[in-house]
């Protein structure tokens, strides 16, 4: 019997937003690799997120592991995207004494 050794592209998939998804889970790449970061292992990985299989985790890492420097520009891109969104929301939002608001809330809806 003949083994027929071919490569295989990871499981990853750009949704409508640009944002890289495991599979066809909902289980972001930023979400595996800090995972993974971490300290977890592809196992634990797997087990904590039941929607992608423990092969598309160990090839998922593979691919990170191989292109370090490409995910991490990714990475970077997102984090600075979501910085972006989140001024421009407290900008719109001020979220100075949330808190208190909430819970001035929380109390008044105590005692109804």
């Known amino acids: 019997m003949t083994m027929v050794v071919e490569a295989e592209t990871p499981p990853l998939a750009a949704d409508a937003a640009g944002i890289f998804r495991v599979g066809s889970s909902r289980v972001t790449l930023d979400t595996l690799v800090g995972t993974f970061c971490d300290g977890s292992t592809a196992e ?15 090839a998922v890492i593979a691919y990170y592991l191989a292109h370090t420097a490409e995910v991490e520009d990714y990475l970077r891109g997102r984090e600075q ?28 809806q105590d005692s109804v």
Do not use: C, K, W
């Open 44 to 58: 634990e990985i797997a087990e904590q997120y039941p929607a992608i299989s423990l092969g598309e985790v160990y």
């Open 81 to 108: 995207r979501s910085a972006e969104v989140r001024q421009a929301n407290e900008r719109l939002f001020d979220p100075t004494g949330i808190r208190a608001r909430l819970m001035t809330r929380q109390a008044g």
